[in-house]
């Protein structure tokens, strides 16, 4: 039997994470979020996690610097970044996208910005 943790949030309701994202349903194995988010002058701190990422562009446009490589994501777009692989964003214009991450991010702690296990590197550290 499988056991779920969250079966309905509105995205009204969504708990907000410290990096702004929106915690949507999860389940035991996979967890969704939402992220809204403006551009920036700069990328966002590189990080590298314990969880699984994909995700699904709606609106805008980002940059997704993945170890040595830079790919541009915008609507229609998806993508994966693996367990443990360094990774950031450079928001270029109002991006909204899905993402589901195994495990789910919340769960445990594992999207904590302080977490041990989640490596996270100062502006000076951001890739080229």
């Known amino acids: ?11 009204s309701n969504a708990p907000v994470g410290q990096m702004g994202q929106l915690y949507l349903a999860a389940g035991e194995r996979v967890g969704l979020r939402l992220w809204d988010e403006e551009p920036t002058k700069s990328r966002k701190p590189v990080s590298a996690r314990e969880y699984e990422t994909v995700g699904y562009v709606l609106e805008g446009r980002a940059i997704l610097v ?15 970044v693996p367990a443990g692989a360094e990774h950031t964003y450079e928001i270029v214009e109002h991006f909204r996208s899905v993402e589901a991450t195994s495990p789910p ?8 910005t302080d977490r041990l296990g989640g490596r996270q590197f100062g502006p000076d550290d951001v890739m080229a």
């Open 1 to 11: 039997m499988v056991r779920r943790t969250e079966t309905h949030v509105a995205e």
């Open 66 to 80: 993945l170890e040595d490589k830079s790919v541009e994501l915008k609507p229609g777009d998806s993508w994966l």
């Open 105 to 112: 991010a919340r769960q445990g702690g594992l999207d904590s």
